[in-house]
């Protein structure tokens, strides 16, 4: 790996009478040289935290004579991202420069007036209250692969991490971008995407020799290509919607209404096509990457799976299963709750200092890096109990989670706008899909997780389908 100079850590896995251990890499016990950290963040954010991080503290050291302060805390999360978020509400320099080409000022990534002007704007077109516009789209399209499945031949295998993207780009582009993108577009987004994280730079050197902002990163053939693709794309609808071939009711739409209604929200067209561009790799990419998790965690608990079967029959019966009926699909709620503590999409949420202060006995710097990391936060053996088991019974037990060490969706006042829709789309189309069907990953897979921009299964999750009967509720 990278010439022999980085060896990523083992993964562990672990099965056992109802009882599993997904996959994670093994933490180090011992701190990795600067030039480990380097490769090993291009290889994978999650490869280079001791096991003594996982601790509920606060810690911080150096790289490069830059402080990096850990927090792992729920009271100290609190601080930095509600009580004192003045201070933290920027992001990081490597996850600004990793995305200001893609989205630009997205929302994702703006902070200060720009990010205050479009939140509240953004959060009311994705708001719970819309949820039921959107419902007969994802219905639609989660129908549309199942019934694709259905005709597959035996044994067909394919990727489970891109049928999920594709069936959540669907989703997400009829809902922002409208009907009329297709499929073509959607996938040219999707593919886009993926490319971009591929070839991004997750460290940047830059901020650690002592620039704030860090370096803007290297645009290769293949990182241009890629952004030019999801722009075209993005900027096509957006052209078409103001000049009134935009399809009623899609986000877009709603954006372009209200720039329209309110002119002092400068929502030039490029503007427009960053929020649209931030929306939808939100939408598609974080959804998609929980499902495939999901899929791969109850194959291998199927006692898990046959509940969450059970569930699903007694609710719906013979009918598909449809938005209405979330509210009584409590163990799906669970498995996909209990799959964003284990897998979540973006499993670190680093914020820049903009001042001085001090978080438990350390006193922060400056320019700082302050890491609330998910991945590790939802592992905390002080926090969870045996915290790399799958239990999704600990959403259903009636056990208190507290609100600062449960962060999928980030929290405070930068907590994701679009928290309800992702929610429901992913429990939707978890049991849309296993009623019909149990995925069934390739045997002999080690599975990998490995995160640079959203965490993903290294090299995908070949699986097969196995239709399964409806039974009639009893």
């Known amino acids: 790996m990278y010439f022999g100079l980085y060896e990523p850590p083992p993964v562990v896995e672990e099965h056992g009478d109802e009882l599993f251990v997904p996959a994670y890499p093994r933490p180090l ?24 991080h996982y601790r509920s503290g606060v810690d ?58 479009r939140r509240p704007l953004v959060a009311d077109i994705v708001h719970k209250k819309r949820l039921p516009e959107f419902a007969p789209t994802m219905e639609e399209v989660t129908r549309a692969v199942a019934d694709r ?8 295998e394919f990727d ?26 959607a996938r040219r987004v999707i593919d886009g995407f993926t490319t971009y994280q591929a070839s991004v730079d997750s ?29 075209a794309v993005v900027e096509g609808v957006i052209e078409a919607h103001l000049a009134g071939a935009g399809d009623a009711g899609s986000m877009v739409q709603l954006l372009i209404e209200r720039n329209r209604r309110n002119p002092d929200l400068g929502l030039d067209v490029t503007a427009l096509r960053n929020e649209a561009a931030t929306i939808f790799m939100a939408g598609h990419e974080t959804t998609a990457t929980t499902l495939t998790w999901a899929w791969y965690l109850l194959a291998n608990a199927p006692w898990v799976e046959e509940a969450i079967h059970t569930e699903i029959d007694t609710v719906c019966g013979l009918r598909d299963a449809t938005f209405a009926d ?27 200092a903009g001042a001085a202060d001090r978080i438990a006995d350390v006193q922060v710097e400056k320019g700082a890096l302050v890491m609330v990391v998910p991945w590790l936060l939802h592992r905390s053996p002080d926090l969870w109990e045996r915290p790399h088991h799958f ?31 992702g929610l429901s789309e992913a429990i939707l189309c978890l049991a849309m899909l296993a009623q019909r069907f149990r995925v069934i990953p390739r045997p002999g897979r080690k599975v990998e997780p490995v995160c640079r921009l959203t965490l993903r299964p290294l090299g995908g999750l070949p699986a097969t389908i196995e239709p399964r009967a409806r039974k009639a509720a009893a």
């Open 160 to 185: 489970v991490t891109v049928e999920m993207a594709q069936l959540t780009a669907e989703i997400i582009a009829r809902t922002v971008f409208g009907s009329r993108l297709g499929q073509a577009a």
């Open 60 to 117: 911080s050291f150096p790289i490069l004579g830059r402080q990096i302060v850990l927090v792992n805390a729920p009271e100290h999360v609190k601080h930095v991202m509600v009580t004192r978020n003045d201070i933290y509400e920027r992001k990081s320099p490597q996850m600004r420069r990793a995305l200001e080409v893609l989205i630009g000022d997205g929302l994702f990534i703006s902070d200060g007036a720009t990010w205050a002007k």
């Open 326 to 352: 979330l509210p009584r699909l409590d163990l799906c709620r669970a498995v996909i709750q209990e799959t964003l503590r284990l897998y979540p999409p973006v499993p670190l949420q680093p914020r820049q």
């Open 203 to 231: 460290f940047n050197l830059g901020y650690f020799l002592g620039a704030d902002d860090g370096w803007p990163l290297f645009q290769g053939p293949r990182k241009r290509r890629a952004v030019a693709e999801v722009h």
């Open 391 to 421: 239990l999704p019974e600990r959403f259903t037990d009636g056990t208190r989670i507290d609100p600062f060490a449960y962060i999928p969706f980030s929290v405070g006042p930068r907590i994701c706008p679009g928290l309800n829709f």
């Open 29 to 52: 016990t011992k701190p990795a040289g600067l030039l480990q950290l380097m490769l090993g963040a291009r290889y994978n954010l999650l490869g280079s935290w001791l096991e003594d």
């Open 149 to 156: 499945w259905a005709e597959l031949p035996a044994g067909s």
